[in-house]
Each structure stands twice: as C-alpha cells, then as structure tokens.
C-alpha cells in the first residue's frame, strides 16, 4: 500500500473527528404529545364553560333533544310520524387528529347512509342578563373533519327560565330543545349550497341571529343579519378546526372572530333583518317617539338591554353530522380578558402543538467556554494538540493495515 492511500486515509479520518452530524452541530427535537390541561377560571364574568374533560355529562349536564315530530291533521285523518325529530348520536372522545394528550370534544355523529339531525343542550352555570350593560362573548371550537355543503352548525343562547324551577321543569326544557325553540342569540358557521343546490362550496360563512318576543300579539321574531357586513365572516375552506367568537357590547355593536381574528362588526340597529324595534319598558312611548328628533337630549335606549336573559345553551346542525364534527372548549362571559386567555390556553395549545409538528425546533448542543490563554503560548499549545491528534490516527491506521 503506497504513502499517498495513507495519506487520504488519514485526512478522512481527521476530517471526521469535527464532525458532529448536522449543520452547526444541531438537530430536530423529537415531537412530544402533551397533556391536556383545562384552563382554570374566574367565578366572576363567566356563565358557561365546557371542555368535556368528564364523559359523565353527556345524558346529565348535557341533554339530548326528545322533541317529536308533529303529526299533521287533514279532514280528520293524522299524517306523519311522531317519532323523535333528532335521532343522531353523541359521543364524549378524542378530537380527530388532535395532537394534546386527554383532548376530548363532543362528537355529533350519525350512520354514513342516513343523515340524522342533531340537538342538545345544557343549562348555564348562571344567568347573563343584558340590563348590567356588560359585554357577552360566546366562544367555541368546530372542528369539521370533511367538506360539508348545504349544512350549518349553530349555538344557540335560550332564555328558559329567569328563576330557579325544579329539576324536573329544566330537564324538561332542555329536552324540548329542537329548531323552533325560541332563543336570544343564535351563532355559527354556515356551509350554503352552490346556485343548483348541488356540490359543494369551499366557503364557510358564519351567520349572527337575534330572537325577539313580542308580547302582544305574542309570537317570536327571528333577525337576521344581512349585507356585506356579515357576507365578510367568511373562511375560505370548510374543514378542520376553528375558533368562532361573537362579541356584542351594550351600545349595540357586534364584532366577529374567527381563529382569533376579526373579520367583521356591525351593529344592531342598522344590519339586522327585519329591524329590531325597540321596546324598551324604562321609557314611556312619547320619550320613545322622540328620540330621533334633532333637540333630543335625553338618554337612548339600546337594542341590546332589552333582550330576554339567556339562561340555557344549545347546539343544532341539521347535516354534515354523517361526517363527523366535534365540538369543544365553549365560553359564555362578560369578560373580553378571560376570552382571550381560554382561547391561547386550548386553541392556541393545539396551534403550537401543529406547529411544533410541522417545524420542529432546533437543539443546538451548548459550546464549551474557552478559557482565556497567553497568546505567545496558544499557537504552540495548539499546533502540539493538532499533532498528537495526527499521531493517534497515524497510528490507528497503521495498526488496521498491518504495517506496524
């Protein structure tokens, strides 16, 4: 074997001490699931929150709708089925595709070859009462896990009951639940249909609607919102998970989020379909008649303090639940702070989870410190390090081929 091998040999071999894998000497952290953890809140400005830490709720906390299906009477002969009117099943497990350890969601599902609705719902913690003129904040996760068309998803806050009935009344009530109960505030994304009715549109639009009851004649109006303010509370897909918060102050205006985003405000009084009039009781109707006068100085009443307290929460879809949709992580508060924080505490968890995911960071091993020499003594300290360096190698060489 020539000099010349030997030499290559061991300049690949003092090449290789140096090196230490990747660039820098870094590497990729390993992905960690991590455990869910609920987030802990005030007693103060919160009426309502649920992230389905405990199954046992589901039948207890959380009631499935029993409404019946009305049977129809045509010269003395009954038509239709008094059956239940919403026959989907719910379950209380993991998030599809979650990345959190212990991240459960309420799951609306249904037989692949059968589209069946869905209802449920649940009595708040406490009362909210729009005459204390604090802020309401409703905040939820949908996480839809294929494309849906000609559906919607909706949380809807019910009046119910201002006092505290019996037990019996409240399980009543929830039980009753369907799509002609009357609510105050309905919220969530809407999945329209393409001009034909047919295919699907990639396109999530989520619709505000405002109930209001008059007393005589008595009967339940639906306002909804309509125009440009609300077409631009939209999303672009209509999969996986998001974050869907609806702020309505006392002066009447109202501010949409998605995934922490704005995306639109508007006001009661202006984009709401038909108008919300007011009946406001603290005024006398000659103050109301008014009001709209140019030498007008006295106070105005909003829209906002004479809606009917919300006392009870519901969620509704009428399809897509063949597909699967999970549900999670629900706030009812006056407090736009705690909104905020319980939004970076469970959505934002399992954005950083995605992204530590997607993008691991780097671990770059800590350098040692080089401690401080005479310079006079540094290069021959070195030079004699880089030569026993050679040497051992030299030496390992040698040894391997046989010519020592």
Known sequence: MNHKLLLLLAFIAVSSVGASGSKDGCYPKPFETVEFKPPKLP??????????????????????????????????????????????????????????????????????????????????????????????????????????????FALKLLPGFEETPALFRWRKYLEDFDD??????????????????????????????????????????????????????????NTGNHLYTLRMEPDDT?????????????????????????????????????IGHPKYKGPIPTRFNELRPITAIGLMTNDGARAGIAVDNIIVTDDEKIAREYAEQTYGAKLAQEKALAEPPLICPKKTEKVPVDDSKGA??????????????LDYVFRMFGLI
Not at 181 to 202: N, Q, R, V, W
Not at 220 to 237: Q, R
Not at 267 to 282: G, T, V
């Open 43 to 152: 007693t103060e400005g919160v009426y309502f929150h649920e992230e389905f830490t405990n199954r046992s709720v589901l039948g207890t906390k959380w009631v499935p709708s029993d409404s019946r299906l009305k049977m129809h009477v045509s010269h003395g002969v009954s038509f239709g089925h008094p059956g239940r009117k919403f026959t989907g099943s719910y379950e209380i497990a993991s998030q599809p595709k979650s990345l959190i350890s212990g991240d459960y969601g309420l799951l609306f599902e249904s037989s692949a070859f059968w589209v069946r609705l869905h209802a449920i719902a649940a009595k708040l913690d406490k009362p909210y009462h729009f005459k204390l003129e604090k802020p309401l904040i409703v905040q939820f996760e949908a996480n839809f896990v294929v494309e849906l068309s000609c559906s919607f």
């Open 180 to 237: 002609e109960s009357f609510f105050t505030i309905a919220f969530g994304p809407d999945y329209p249909c393409t001009e034909e009715g047919k295919g699907l549109t990639k396109e999530t639009r989520v619709f505000v609607q405002v109930g209001t009851e008059h007393s005589w004649p008595f009967k339940h109006e639906v306002h909804k919102c309509v125009g440009p303010v609300c077409e631009e509370a939209t999303l672009l897909n």
């Open 254 to 290: 109202f501010y949409v989020y998605i995934d922490n985003e704005l995306r639109t405000k508007g006001n009661l009084s202006e984009h709401f379909e038909p108008k919300i009039a007011l009946y406001d009781h603290r005024f006398p109707p000659q103050t109301l008649s008014q």
């Open 380 to 393: 021959a300290s070195a030079l004699n390090g880089f030569r026993l360096k050679i040497t051992y190698i």
